[in-house]
């Protein structure tokens, strides 16, 4: 269940002002067994409305590929400063087939309009990962890439510091 509150910058004036911690790993459950063997183990709905992948709408298996859906849309709150489905007025069983139904109509364009291409592309592979199987790795380097470059067209560097300790 990745959400904002996971996320924690190191303390200012120490050497880990410029670490990102993630928190919280309550709801994480392994994948593989000792033999490297994949274990489904078709859990219900799990995880935070807000940021939970497309998939988890539809009750299937979360994997690696939703992970990386839940990421998308944690940056993507923390570009915009909202998603397109928050405040949804419905019953709570209601409420999270109404998000998951808004998630599903809003595309990476408009999510991501006014912001870097490459954010847009991320966006978009992120929703093809939905696609995947259990057991189907993302292409983690060509994601890795797509960050790196929406870091460099948003006029940010790689230089590990964040703008509010500069």
């Not at 120490?14 to 709801?27: C, H, K, L, P, R």
């Not at 298996?61 to 400063?81: K, P």
């Not at 929703?127 to 890439?145: H, N, T």
Request: aromatic residues 10%; proline residues 2%.
């Amino acid at each position: 269940d990745l959400i904002i509150q996971s996320f924690l910058v190191g303390r200012s004036e120490t050497t880990a002002a410029n670490d990102v911690y993630i928190i919280d790993f309550g709801m994480v459950k392994e994948y593989r067994n000792s033999k490297k063997q994949l274990i489904p183990t078709c859990r219900s709905l799990s995880g935070t409305a807000r940021y939970t992948s497309i998939n988890t709408h539809l009750h299937q298996e979360q994997s690696r590929r939703d992970d990386l859906e839940a990421l998308g849309y944690v940056l993507t709150y923390l570009l915009r400063g909202s998603l397109p489905w928050q405040g949804v007025k419905e019953a709570k069983g209601l409420k999270y087939r109404r998000i998951g139904e808004t998630k599903q109509a809003t595309g990476a364009a408009e999510l991501c309009k006014g912001y870097p291409i490459r954010f847009e592309k991320y966006l978009t592979y992120m929703r093809k990962l939905s696609l995947l199987g259990f057991k189907d790795m993302p292409d983690y380097d060509y994601l890795r890439g797509l960050l790196s470059q929406a870091l460099k067209e948003a006029g940010g560097g790689e230089d590990s510091k964040f703008d509010w300790t500069k």
